[in-house]
């Protein structure tokens, strides 16, 4: 259920944004930026500042990410998960884009009905010796409760348009948005609690080891107030927590052709 394939969430959030590929090839991904993009994730604004003062156009870098592990020495930005241009680029959706509401473009002829879809993308967090991060797309058909893992995925391949087509008519949600959501909630923890959480074990081990060795240390009373300080400061770093948050999502309104 987790977007195994961090090169195809890559490619749906850049085409998205306007922006053009240049090459998609092997886990390497070279993308042509717009304005709005390079702004947002190339950190230049004394150029843009500059090139609007000169009344010049300016023009936007490219930029290759590497997603594949054995590309990662080649030249380009190896992204992975938890990396920081992939939080940069989850800060931005978070910030900006963080609801839609969209419709698949169709030319019918005759009357079409559109069903609606609650997507959401939804960041889970692993936190304890060592971090950890997935993404989840996840859509639910809030007509008759089907559910798909790598929605973005499958909307990928399907055009969208901010206003409904000619010919098209939406239907009512019969599940509530509230309700959905939480179906999808109901399905990332079930999702969590099939995994393997030997790392939250070994979290807890290494927790109360560094507590020992830090109590070892401590022999005075007069530094009780410093040792639990130091105590709590472990107990942030190492206790094993799981969380999740939305990145962002929305109402599609969509054919039945994919359900």
């Known amino acids: 259920m987790a977007i195994p394939d961090l090169n195809n969430f890559l490619k749906s959030f850049f085409t998205a944004h306007h922006c ?48 594949n592990p054995n590309k990662r020495d080649d ?15 989850i800060g931005y959706l978070q910030q900006q884009e963080k609801y839609t509401k969209l419709f698949q473009k169709v030319n019918p002829t005759v009357n079409t009905a559109l069903y609606p879809w609650l997507v959401t993308n939804i960041k889970v967090s ?17 007509i008759n409760g089907t559910m798909k893992s790598d929605m973005m995925k499958i909307l990928d391949s399907i055009p969208l348009h901010t206003t409904i087509s000619d ?14 959501y939480r179906r999808i909630e109901a399905v990332v923890d079930q999702y969590i609690e099939n ?7 070994e979290a807890l081990e290494e ?3 560094e507590i ?16 639990e300080k130091e105590i709590k400061e472990i107990n942030e770093r190492y206790q ?5 948050q939305v990145i962002n999502g929305g109402l599609f309104y969509l054919t039945s052709e994919i359900v």
């Open 240 to 244: 094993p927590r799981i969380t999740y």
């Open 75 to 89: 030249e380009g930005e190896w992204i992975h998960f938890g990396s920081p241009r992939l939080q940069q680029i």
């Open 167 to 180: 010919f098209c008519y939406t239907l009512s949600p019969l599940v509530k948005l509230k309700s959905g």
């Open 20 to 67: 053009s590929l240049l090459l998609d090839q092997d886990g390497v991904l070279t993308i042509q930026l717009t304005e709005e993009m390079d702004r947002a994730l190339m950190n230049r604004p004394f150029y843009w500042h500059y090139m609007k003062k000169m009344g010049h156009s300016g023009e936007p870098m490219q930029l290759t990410l590497i997603t």
């Open 195 to 201: 995994q393997n959480h030997e790392w939250a074990s």
């Open 212 to 227: 020992e060795l830090l109590k070892y240390f401590y022999t005075s009373d007069n530094d009780n107030e410093q040792m």
């Open 126 to 142: 692993y936190r304890g010796k060592y971090k950890r991060d997935e993404l989840f797309s996840i859509g639910l058909n809030l």
């Open 207 to 209: 927790l109360q080891t």
